[in-house]
């Protein structure tokens, strides 16, 4: 019990005693008010810039002029941060867009050829696309004496597309489908002709990297009924990209 009141207690005890001389009266001991603690004013947490998504990689045509926007922008063998690297470009290196794009990695993949007389040389490979307003490849200004790229397509999951314009079986189709996840993925193709039954074309299971493949003059030999407009009938849950190609000759 603090001091102050046992000192009332006392008091009080005396008081009701049978006393001749009146108990001074005890002044109480004042207690400190407790000061309150000052509120701290809560302080925002600045707001996270949102991640890129597929709407902000830039869109492509097949056999569309290309330049990198970005000075050792690397080409690696197929879509991946972790696959293997071919060059490594400067700024200002001329291209030409194949296929793509293609998701994986949190990043569209363009595959690409070299059309620049300065080293590095390389044959073709993937680049990584970058996000819009500054992607790491932009349109290009330069010669290009021969385009091979008829059509291209690319897409995330089904869908129909077309026509193509096949004039001879002088033609081949270049493909690559990416997993968007671990289990993997399985792309389905077949071309329809404007007339007539669609022909099974395409059937590739796909593991956890993306898988290219080709398919060459031989397959439209085969099919003749392929020869005028065809649509491009894709049943996928792949992220894909197809391209058609007019071989010289």
């Not at 696959?83 to 867009?97: K, R, W, Y």
């Not at 620049?116 to 790491?136: I, L, R, S, T, Y």
């Not at 059937?203 to 085969?222: H, K, M, Q, W």
Request: aromatic share 10%.
């Amino acid at each position: 019990m603090p001091p102050a009141a046992l000192l009332v207690v006392a008091a009080l005890i005396l008081g009701a005693c049978s006393i001749t001389e009146p108990t001074p009266p005890i002044s109480p001991t004042a207690v400190p008010t407790e000061t309150a603690s000052p509120t701290v004013a809560a302080t925002a947490s600045p707001s996270l810039e949102p991640t890129p998504g597929p709407n902000d990689v830039p869109i492509y045509i097949a056999g569309q002029k290309l330049a990198s926007n970005a000075p050792g922008l690397r080409v690696r063998s197929r879509p991946g941060t972790d696959a293997p690297l071919i060059a490594s470009l400067p700024e200002n290196a001329d291209l030409v867009a194949e296929m793509g794009p293609v998701t994986f990695d949190g990043f569209g993949w363009y595959s690409v050829l070299d059309a620049d007389p300065d080293k590095p040389e390389f044959n073709k490979g993937w680049v990584a696309a970058g996000f819009e307003p500054d992607p790491f490849i932009v349109p290009g200004d330069f010669e290009l004496n021969f385009n091979p790229y008829i059509a291209g397509f690319a897409h995330e999951g089904d869908g129909e597309f077309g026509p193509v314009r096949v004039v001879d079986a002088n033609h081949g189709i270049r493909w690559v489908a990416a997993p968007q996840d671990a289990d993997g993925c399985s792309f389905a193709v077949d071309l329809r002709p404007g007339s007539g039954s669609a022909v099974q074309t395409i059937r590739a299971t796909i593991g956890g990297v993306p898988a290219p493949g080709d398919l060459y003059s031989e397959f439209f030999a085969a099919h003749p009924e392929l020869i005028g407009d065809v649509f491009v009938v894709v049943t996928s849950d792949c992220s894909w990209a197809i391209t058609f190609v007019r071989f010289i000759g």
